[in-house]
């Protein structure tokens, strides 16, 4: 059975590339009908926090990226690691270590100032120490010092390192908890691990995690080393690029599904197709088509894709969210009001969740002020079509878009104007901004009290305006 693990430190927050990674992971293993494995690597116990645990797992759950087993978390392993790593010096792959930081540290700079790769010269390897009380030691994997590590990286291609390039890495630190590479190993072996998908910025580890496998006759996975995102200026995808957790989209009011879609885009194509259902993702994903170049996040590309999200899924998904986004703003939202009406109204024109909340809050709400650019058309001109507006509307029997569309077009035959000199100065009377569906339907939907109200007041600022 295909197996695939995510494994990230809690260290912080559920960041895009993490949540890229996560996702390929899922849809190989859904692919091949496997299994998906979250993995806490939580051992780092100065950074990693229960914060940074629950962003992660808030991250996968927003996303829908559910596990079939786990999460684990590593600090609940460290018996079996400890067993691991005696194992290892007991059969002869792995001793201890009684060179100081001090040492370690000269050694390093003469090799630096020998224009040597900084690596561990092997002083106890062959000494058999043996702990003693009080006597600070590591543990060192005893690396072979012949032949060739050679894999093939479904990215990458064929990759080969020769052991003389690898140096006995430290598997437990002098306190006894294991490092990285070594608790990496014991996990992937433990779960059955078939394919490792992970980020490039391990594929050094991988030479060093397979001699390890091996020294412990296991069965050694397959490796897809997945490049970095980059930003759109072609550096290191970073804060500076806007943001980068996952998490952070949810609170702009990005949709779940198109942050999917985008994240399997960067890195992974199927033809020229852009927009990709859940189950397509699964059927068409493949590791020989992941790219074996580095992606970069275009946010104007997520914009693009979440727009076109906002208007195909199903309008009560949309309004449950709009409903869920108004309550957190404690907007009370008139339930008399067509709810759904008015967000398939703005659905249409807004890139998000939190654009389309602010679009209609209006009609819920009354504004303080008028948007500043967009009250520029609230002058002298603008009265007399309003003054008449306010007329005409006051005495329709039917307050619907028909009847609306038809006052307003006997004022523009009235006043000799375009429809804009008055469906605009309409728009920013009744919503306070520039930006908003049909003025007839705006006003429908508003409602006949609010919109004469509304309009009324900006009769009394262009007045008060010409005034002061």
Known sequence: MIKTRFAPSPTGVLHVGGARTALFC????????????????????????????QAILDGMAWLGLDPDEGPYFQTRRFDRYREVIA??????????CECSRERLEVLREKQMANRQKPRYDGCCRELGLHPEPGKPMVVRFKNPQHGVVSFHDHVKGAVSVANQELDDLVIARSDGSPTYNLSVVVDDMDMDITHVLRGDDHVNNTPRQINILRALRAKIPEYAHVPMILGDDGKRLSKRHGAVGVMEYFEAGYLPEAILNYLVRLGWSHGDQEIFSLQEMIEYFSLDALNNSAASFNTEKLNWINQQYMMSLPLNDIVALVRQRLDRLGIDYDHELDFATVVDLYRQRSVTINMLVDSIAYCFQEFDAYDAKAAKVLKQPALQPLQRALELFTGLQVWEAGSLHAAIEAITEEFGIGMGKIGQPLRVAVTGGSFSPPIDQTLELLGRERSLARIERAIDYISTTLTT
């Open 26 to 53: 899922w849809l190989f293993s859904r692919k091949t009908k496997g299994k998906f494995v979250l993995r806490i690597e939580d051992t780092d116990l100065e950074r990693s926090t229960p914060e940074s645990v």
């Open 87 to 96: 194992q290892l010096v007991d059969q002869g792959d792995a001793y201890y």
